[in-house]
């Protein structure tokens, strides 16, 4: 893996990543990099949503934050 992708094999906190389905920021191609550098750490995607999700559907967004903070932060 090149690029700054390369530093996310020593990312010590949980993350989450999100894409907004319609994103033309965020694409598919980058969610495969995610995936494959960090496959422990989850991606959500938000159909109908560009990369400003939290704007275009923020009830959406928020239903995805508990069940990570129970997954990871327990």
Not at 13 to 18: D, Q, S
Not at 59 to 71: C, E, G, K, N, S
Request: proline letters at 11%; aromatic letters at 12%; charged letters at 20%.
């Amino acid at each position: 893996i090149k690029g700054w992708w390369r530093w996310m094999k020593d990312l010590q906190v949980p993350t989450m990543a999100v894409q907004g389905g319609d994103s033309d920021t965020f694409r598919d191609g980058s969610v495969q990099l995610w995936k494959r550098a960090r496959p422990d750490l989850p991606v959500v995607s938000i159909p109908n949503a560009t990369h400003l999700f939290p704007v275009d559907l923020p009830t959406v967004t928020v239903q995805h934050i508990p069940p990570f903070w129970d997954q990871y932060l327990g």
